[in-house]
C-alpha cells in the first residue's frame, strides 16, 4: 500500500530558530500534498496544499511567510517553520495521494514540534 | 465555523459490544466521507470511506451508515475489541472542488476489557 513517510517525528528547537519538517511518498508520486496541524484535544486543521513545481495554497489564517511549503519534487514536500515561538508547538501531520485519487489519503506518522 | 462536527469528545464500550460514533456536517456540497482512527502521537489511518451515492458501506467490523437529508454520518463498530481504542475522526470533501478534507473534532472511544 501507498506510504507516505514523514520526519523528524519530534523535535525540539529554540524560539526564534528555524525548523524543517520533510515529508515523502515512498512507494507513489504525489503531485499533492497536504499539510495539517493538530492542537491537543483539537481536530486536524488543514494549513496548506503544497503543490509539485508551484507555489502552495494556504487556508485562511495561515501566514505563508511563517510556514514555507516547498514542493521540489514528486515524492517530497518540505513545511518550514520559520522563527519559531511556543505557540508554533503543535503536532504537523502531512498527508498524500497516490495517482490523484481524491478519496485514497495515506498519512505521515506525524511531527511533534515543541518550541522552548 | 465548523462544518464537520462530532459532537461527543469520548465514549465507552465494553468489549464486543457495538461502538457508535456519530458525526454531522453543515456543507451540502460534501459528497465523500472519510472514518480515521489516531492512536497518540501518529498519523492518523484510513477506516472506511462513503460516497453520497451510497447510504451504507461495510468492511468487516466497521459499517459507515451516511443520511444526507440529516447531514449526519455514523460508524459502527462490531463487536468492539480493546484494540479499537483510539480517537476516531471523520472527514468531509466535495469532489468538485480541490477535495481537500474538513475533519471534525473526534471521539475518544475507550472499549473495556
Known amino acids: 500500500g501507498a506510504v507516505v513517510s514523514q520526519h523528524p517525528s519530534r523535535v525540539i528547537c529554540k524560539s526564534g530558530t528555524s525548523v524543517k519538517i520533510e515529508c515523502r511518498s515512498l512507494d507513489f508520486q504525489a503531485t499533492t500534498m497536504f499539510w495539517y496541524r493538530q492542537f491537543p484535544k483539537q481536530s486536524l486543521m488543514l494549513m496548506a496544499t503544497?503543490?509539485?513545481?508551484?507555489?502552495?495554497?494556504?487556508e485562511q489564517g495561515v501566514e505563508k511567510d511563517k510556514f514555507l511549503i516547498n514542493h521540489a519534487s514528486l515524492t517530497l514536500s518540505t513545511l518550514t517553520v520559520t522563527s519559531a515561538h511556543p505557540e508554533d508547538s503543535s503536532f504537523y501531520i502531512c498527508s498524500a495521494t497516490p495517482g490523484g485519487n481524491p478519496h485514497g489519503y495515506t498519512f505521515g506518522s506525524g511531527t511533534r514540534l515543541t518550541v522552548v | 465555523d465548523q462544518q464537520v462536527k462530532q459532537n461527543s469528545p469520548s465514549l465507552s464500550v465494553q468489549e464486543g459490544r457495538i461502538s457508535i460514533l456519530n458525526c454531522d456536517y453543515t456543507n451540502s456540497m460534501f459528497d465523500y466521507f472519510l472514518w480515521y482512527k489516531k492512536y497518540p502521537a501518529e498519523g492518523p489511518t484510513f477506516l472506511i470511506s462513503?460516497?453520497?451515492?451510497?447510504d451504507k458501506n461495510e468492511d468487516g467490523r466497521f459499517t459507515v451508515f451516511l443520511n444526507k437529508s440529516a447531514k449526519h454520518l455514523s460508524l459502527h463498530i462490531v463487536p468492539s475489541q480493546p484494540g479499537d481504542s483510539a480517537v476516531y475522526f471523520c472527514a468531509a470533501s466535495s469532489t468538485s472542488g480541490t477535495y481537500k478534507y474538513i475533519f471534525g473534532t473526534g471521539t475518544r472511544l475507550k472499549v473495556l476489557a
Open positions: 503544497s503543490n509539485e513545481g508551484s507555489k502552495a495554497t494556504y
Open positions: 462513503i460516497s453520497s451515492i451510497k
